[in-house]
T-cell receptor, first 110, second 114 residues
Framework: GQQVMQIPQYQHVQEGEDFTTYCNSS?????IQWYKQRPGGHPVFLIQ?????EVKKQKRLTFQFGEAKKNSSLHITATQTTDVGTYFC??????????FGTGTRLTVIP | NAGVMQNPRHLVRRRGQEARLRCSPM?????VYWYRQLPEEGLKFMVY????????ESGMPKERFSAEFPKEGPSILRIQQVVRGDSAAYFC????????????FGSGTRLTVV
């Protein structure tokens, strides 16, 4: 079955440092989405990438979709305490359902 | 414009009892998805429904679990004869179509089986 793995599982950074999480799929994806879940909260949709090699930015967040459409990354520049949470990628192969990655839990130390 | 509404927020059941989790999708959304999240883990797909139809239940355990999305009223995830291993957060999400623009999640139901 479809598997979406993320690394690292946990990341502690000092406030102001950069952060990157990587997502890898066992199958080629038609699109990939990213979600953020605050501690005790629910996942919140951030963005969707569809095209091979696509790069999108949201303020300090940069999202990238690999050329082979099997991997993706999320990079946060100059982290802030408000960035704390777990970041999930979620991939879809064809018309199948969305399968979530294992998540990267980000802790930002003030 | 209310988001995805799930209730109850917290549910405690004794082993062997039934748990009923409700989800009302966002207005205008006709696609509903249920996910289960164990502590410190990711979201595991359970079932995808449209009004009166189960589209994909490949993630549902074969026994004790069922889901419906009737023509009127919320979607229901039903767990019969709960066991300790069913303790988890159950999230419902909705989308207007096949989720091409992302899912909107509810706040979840935290089920604890004692």
């Amino acid at each position: 079955g479809q598997q979406v793995m993320q690394i690292p599982q946990y990341q502690h950074v000092q406030e102001g440092e950069d952060f990157t999480t990587y997502c890898n799929s066992s199958t080629t994806l038609s699109n990939i989405q990213w979600y953020k879940q605050r501690p005790g909260g629910h996942p919140v949709f951030l963005i969707q990438l569809v095209k091979s090699g696509e790069v999108k930015k949201q303020k300090r967040l940069t999202f990238q979709f690999g050329e082979a459409k099997k991997n993706s990354s999320l990079h946060i520049t100059a982290t802030q305490t408000t960035d704390v949470g777990t970041y999930f990628c979620a991939g879809r192969a064809g018309a199948n359902n969305l399968f979530f990655g294992t998540g990267t839990r980000l802790t930002v130390i003030p | 414009n209310a988001g995805v509404m799930q209730n109850p927020r917290h549910l405690v059941r004794r082993r062997g009892q039934e748990a009923r989790l409700r989800c009302s999708p966002m207005k205008g959304h006709s696609h509903v998805y249920w996910y289960r999240q164990l502590p410190e883990e990711g979201l595991k797909f359970m079932v995808y429904l449209q009004k009166e139809n189960i589209i994909d239940e490949s993630g549902m355990p074969k026994e004790r679990f069922s889901a419906e999305f009737p023509k009127e009223g919320p979607s229901i995830l039903r767990i019969q004869q709960v066991v300790r291993g069913d303790s988890a957060a159950y999230f419902c999400a909705s989308s207007p179509s096949g989720g091409g623009n992302g899912y909107t999640f509810g706040s979840g139901t935290r089920l604890t089986v004692v």
